[in-house]
């Protein structure tokens, strides 16, 4: 018999998370499972990723606490009866703990978070407050141990409600490079020379992805004389935009950083570098990013927050650092100065990080 799953999302905005909810829902066997999508926002760039026979509701909101869609979530829960509702972080459970109470369900309530330490005040204790909310119906799944740990001590949540399971990305479309003529053809593109040492970020331009370190980095690296330079290649955009271009001014880095705005298709830019670098310093949790950087054979430099260091073994496929500017330009000129064996390296996320090994956990925690 199948199992009906309701997944609620906050929105399918461009994200790692919600990349992976359209992955796991994508992937998982129709045999097995009935699929219902809801989202709590009309802002979603990504549902057209979603697969055409998933049905999906969508509820718009007027601001984050409108609350109004409780009472159309409520009549769906009624219509659908569902086995499980997974929510994508703690907020969709809020609104699936308003529009649940007194219709007596006892449907399973999974909670997938992709945030450890959160980077304001109010989030930390907006997340104490949901935390609070979990009944016996509710269980947790991680994407990280350290986030597991982490939550257990910071919000005082027993430990035998947490199943991890780790992200996973699709090694079939994350491959090494095709060839050198794709490599010489972005670089070319984005005028970077052939010979330098190149390094890549895929991250929204947001506060806690840390780009102005990522700049003052590469100043100590590039003013060093007789020293080889290194290029910085950001892919991304958002609202710490202005303060990137300004950091560049002030610190004269217009020569080494090219900008290539949101792209569709990040894989050429993985191709072109060598190696991948996320500078964060909250939030990050699980990258998929880093995942899919590694799947295309780049070695990573990482902050050592979340569970970076869950996926890095040092030397192997990368190096962490500390979120402060010295401590990444000394992993990058680490970085700079070491080889790595791009085959090894995917071989390490195709046993231990696929997408196909993510939904076959997940599946087994479905039906069990």
């Given amino acids: 018999m199948k199992k009906k799953i309701l997944f609620l999302a906050p929105g399918l905005v461009v994200g790692g998370a919600e990349k992976f909810l359209v992955s796991l829902m994508n992937r998982l066997d129709k045999e097995q499972f009935d699929i219902v999508l809801a989202v709590l926002s009309d802002n979603n760039p990504l549902l057209n ?41 703690l907020f969709p459970f809020f609104f ?14 999974l909670i997938s978070y992709h945030s450890t330490v959160y980077h304001t005040k109010k989030d930390d204790r907006l997340a104490r407050m949901y935390f609070k909310m ?6 947790v799944i991680p994407v990280s141990e350290n986030q597991r740990e982490y939550t257990i001590d910071r919000f005082g949540v027993s430990g035998n409600i947490f199943t991890t ?52 980095a590469l100043h100590v690296i590039n003013a060093k004389e007789n020293a080889e330079k290194l290029y910085l290649l950001l892919v991304g955009d958002g609202q710490c935009r202005k303060l990137i271009e300004d950091t560049i001014e002030e610190l004269k880095l217009q020569p080494y950083v090219r900008m290539a ?43 050592d927050i979340g569970g970076a260091n869950e996926m890095i073994v040092s030397g192997k496929n990368g190096l962490l650092c500390s979120p402060d500017y010295q401590s990444i330009a000394e992993v990058w000129e680490q970085m700079m100065n070491t080889s790595y064996n791009p085959i090894d390296i995917r071989s390490y996320i195709q046993s231990r990080f696929s997408e196909k090994g993510m939904v076959d956990d997940y599946t087994r925690f479905f039906k069990s």
């Fill in 49 to 89: 990723q979603v697969e055409s026979g998933i049905p999906v509701k969508v509820y718009s909101r007027k601001s984050k606490f409108d609350v109004s869609p409780i009472f159309e979530l409520r009549s769906l829960l009624k219509e659908i009866k569902p086995d499980i509702v997974f929510c994508l972080g």
């Fill in 134 to 139: 979990i009944d016996k119906y509710t269980h």
């Fill in 165 to 216: 399971i780790h992200n996973g990305v699709d090694v079939d479309f994350w491959t090494n490079c095709p060839s050198q003529t794709i490599r010489e053809e972005t670089r070319l593109k984005y005028d970077i020379p052939l010979d330098a040492k190149v390094v890549v970020q895929t991250a929204a331009f947001r506060p806690e992805k840390n780009h102005v370190a990522a700049l003052k």
């Fill in 96 to 109: 699936l703990q308003l529009a649940s109470f007194l219709i007596g369900s006892t449907f399973r309530k």
């Fill in 261 to 303: 705005g949101i792209q569709r298709d990040v894989r050429p830019f993985y191709w072109c570098a060598d190696f991948f670098s996320l500078t964060s310093y909250s939030i990050e949790t699980f990258s998929i990013a880093a995942l899919e950087a590694m799947s295309t054979g780049l070695p990573c430099a990482l902050t």
